[in-house]
């Protein structure tokens, strides 16, 4: 009696943005019929059996009444999520004798099954396919929907099934002749929070100070707190600090292109977007919504999906303070680990943090704060919803004051976006060209070290710093700070160092005192 063939085909679980493959065998054996699945699958993955089940009446397939036993190798390894479907499905229609098991060789499928049989978008099919590029693979099957994002990856055949019954024909199965021939589903595009366009830092009117402590912020890297009245322009600014950042290199476009494929926000229809993301969340957002969480694998949070780029939390009192403490690690390490029952997720958060904050609760205490209705012990538990611990990691503090009458009426506007950015790209250059060797870009991921060392012992930089540190005007982390903007300043003034100059002003920009 001849054995009954294995049907294998490969698929791809992530954990985090780590890729993994994993090996699809299916047996069918002449028992009581049942559907048995296999190798750690969450909840979701295991409904595939009723999906593949529906999608197989649908196409004019019959389901083999027999044991089906379904393994996904390495066993050990928790698989999650609808991704299988389209794979354990075709390796069903192997197992059952439909397609000859040589077709599949070589190739991997990720896609979800609908019960009529098309195939539905997923998330994740980039890092998927690049993991199934790195290992070799030369082909990948995934739904119509998610063609555009798996072809950004080069070198691979990216084939886009719209059913399963048409797959099953271009495998050489003999299917009826009306079955599974579905019209394609054309489906709206998943909203994206990464498409921002923020317009020109013309727009602003006035606001000289706070346009250079964004000018600064862009040069450096630098986390930036503006505080001032409702409507003097913070959002404004924030918003036009994108603008001012260089274009993405291909490496990091990819990364943040990989994080917003798992979180399912990628808009792949216009290829990579080398414009720095820009994450704007409400204030009424949970912590796993900040850093990320969810149930099963954890899914990637605002921080994340703002690596590379800019994380504005606007109206930052209103947040919630366990949300606001949740930041402190991602702005000192630069990534996100997060542990739940399912497993452990790390995703990268590199981002510049911008906070916006009212002077009070009402808004109003500005000047001389005679319209403000708050008491004192209203303004100041608002205003202390933002640490110390958390502030002490802000690099540049600056007051944004209200537009008078006279600023408008004088009809004149600063600097746009395209003088200010080309002076922030030379800056980043100089700072490329010193921190590099050093495996450093920016002076804000410099260590406090590094910039304490390159003072001298004696010198006036020193004594200030000194002095400051004795007075309680700074910490330790302060004072590593303040340096890492003077030398932004000297960056952006074409010199070599920074001067005693370039320190007060850094001083002035952090705690509004010049020493």
């Known amino acids: 009696m001849s ?24 047996l069918s054996v002449a028992n009581v019929p049942a559907f048995v699945l296999v190798g750690l699958p969450d909840a979701a993955l295991g409904e595939s059996r009723d999906r593949i089940r529906a999608a197989f009446a649908s196409t004019g397939i019959d389901w083999p009444n027999k044991r089906v036993t379904v393994n996904l190798s390495p066993a050990a390894l928790p698989k999650s999520g609808s991704a299988f479907d389209l794979g354990i499905a075709v390796a069903v229609l192997v197992a059952c004798g439909h397609i000859a098991p040589s077709a599949l060789e070589g190739s991997v499928h990720l896609g979800e099954l609908g019960l009529d049989g098309r195939t539905r978008p997923v998330r994740g099919v980039l890092p998927s396919v690049l993991c199934a590029a790195r290992a070799g693979v030369t082909r990948v099957v995934v739904p119509t929907a998610n063609a555009a994002e798996a072809q950004l990856v080069s070198g691979i055949e990216v084939v886009a099934t719209p059913s399963l019954g048409d797959l099953a024909r271009s495998y050489g199965a003999r299917l009826p002749e009306s079955a599974g021939r579905t019209p394609p589903v054309t489906l709206p595009p998943t909203p994206s929070t990464t498409t921002h366009d923020g317009g020109d830092l013309a727009d602003v009117i ?27 322009g913070k959002t404004m600014l924030a918003s036009r600090l994108p603008g001012l950042l260089p274009p993405l290199t291909a490496e990091e476009a990819v990364e943040v292109a990989t994080i917003h494929s798992v979180a399912g926000t990628l808009q792949a229809s216009d290829g990579l977007s080398m414009r720095a993301p820009f994450e704007a969340p409400h204030h009424t957002a949970t912590p796993a919504a900040i850093i990320g969480g969810g149930n099963g694998i ?27 403490q949740t930041l402190r690690q991602p702005l000192e390490t630069g990534c996100v680990t997060i542990h739940r029952t399912a497993g452990t997720a790390s995703y990268p958060a590199r981002f510049q943090m911008v906070l916006a904050a009212n002077p009070c609760p009402c808004g109003r205490a500005y000047g001389k704060g005679v319209r403000c209705t708050c008491t004192p012990m209203a303004r100041r538990r608002y205003y202390a919803r933002l640490s110390g611990p958390l502030l002490d990691r802000v690099d540049l503090h600056v007051e944004v004051e209200a537009v008078h009458g006279v600023t408008v009426g004088d009809g004149s506007c600063g600097e746009p976006s395209e003088v200010v950015a080309a002076r922030v790209a030379e800056a980043r250059r100089a700072q490329r060209e010193r921190l590099e060797p050093f495996g450093w870009t920016l002076n804000a991921q410099v260590p406090g070290a590094w910039v304490r060392s390159r003072i001298e012992q004696g010198s006036p930089i020193k004594s200030l710093l000194t002095q400051a540190l004795d007075r309680g005007v700074l910490t330790m982390r302060g004072v590593d700070r303040v340096l890492r903007v003077a030398w932004t300043l000297a960056d952006l003034a074409g010199r070599e160092g920074p001067t005693m100059e370039d320190v007060d002003a850094a001083m002035a920009l952090r705690t509004g005192l010049a020493l």
Not at 209 to 223: M, N, P, S
Not at 225 to 231: D, Q, R, V, Y
């Open 3 to 26: 054995r009954p063939p294995v049907g294998r085909t490969r698929a791809v679980t992530l954990l985090g943005l780590e890729g993994h493959l994993v090996d699809i065998e299916v």
């Open 206 to 232: 006035g606001q000289p100070q706070a346009r250079a402590a964004v000018e600064i912020a862009a040069a450096g890297g630098h986390h930036l707190l503006m505080s001032g009245p409702p409507g003097a």
């Open 298 to 324: 954890p899914r990637p949070g605002a921080v994340s999906r703002a690596h590379h780029g800019v994380l504005f939390l606007d109206e930052a009192p209103e947040f919630s303070p366990r949300v606001l």
